[in-house]
């Protein structure tokens, strides 16, 4: 598949999360306006060194970014009146990817490969799973004591990599450890570091 690449320092986009953007750069304006006409994803990539220049080749993979990121599709939530946009980035998936396409357009196109993920919790991590989800709907009841914003993040928490990439968005908080969370491709192994995460966190 085509990815369209959105660097991002220090930021982990998780499959099967929602997330609220800014956009501003004109040729990231152009990326979202391209991706939305065509259909396309947008990866958004782990960048280390957020204050250095991204240069890439054409046939090359990227060296600025982490390989491994999530993808979504774009909403168009708001135009503002200085031209930037407030998008929902809808995340579908997760992918590998590789060399940078000559598109002719400026921004990034990647050659990316989709990474399939075990989704299924065996009988050994639910009771875990279901504590993990307590601590998260817990953490939400507190840190948006309004209502209708929680209803509406909670409508988006219906299976559990929805919860389990919302709860390493807002509580873990060392980015590189919300990459390697990314990259791992079983669900049951997520819970293991979560919930060892979470037992930490409680001491």
Same mark, same amino acid.
């Given at each position: ?57 054409? +046939? /090359?993979? &990227?060296?600025?970014?982490? =390989? ?7 909403? @168009?939530? %708001? ?18 990817? +590789? /060399?940078? &396409?000559?598109?002719?357009? =400026? ?7 989709? @990474?399939? %993920? ?21 953490? &939400?009841?507190?840190?948006? =004591? ?58």
């Amino acid at each position: 598949m085509e990815l369209f690449v959105f660097p991002l320092g220090h930021f982990v986009f998780y499959p099967y999360t929602s997330k609220p953007l800014v956009i501003y750069e004109p040729r990231y304006l152009q990326m979202v306006k391209d991706a939305i006409e065509m259909g396309a994803s947008i990866g958004v990539g782990y960048v280390d060194e957020p204050d250095q220049t991204y240069q890439y080749q054409f +046939g /090359k993979a &990227l060296t600025f970014i982490r =390989p491994i990121v999530g993808y979504g599709h774009a909403v @168009i939530h %708001e135009q503002k009146m200085d031209g930037s946009l407030l998008i929902l980035l809808q995340g579908v998936g997760k992918a590998k990817v +590789g /060399k940078v &396409l000559d598109k002719g357009v =400026p921004y990034i196109v990647c050659e990316a490969e989709l @990474i399939p %993920e075990n989704n299924q919790i065996d009988g050994a991590h639910l009771t875990a799973y279901l504590t993990l989800q307590k601590i998260l709907f817990q953490w &939400l009841a507190h840190h948006f =004591p309004d209502s209708q914003q929680r209803e509406m993040l909670m409508k988006n928490l219906r299976t559990a990599h929805e919860v389990l990439g919302t709860y390493s968005s807002y509580l873990v908080a060392d980015r590189d450890m919300q990459q390697m969370i990314l990259e791992i491709n079983d669900i049951n192994e997520k819970i293991d570091i979560l919930s060892g995460i979470a037992t930490s966190s409680a001491r």
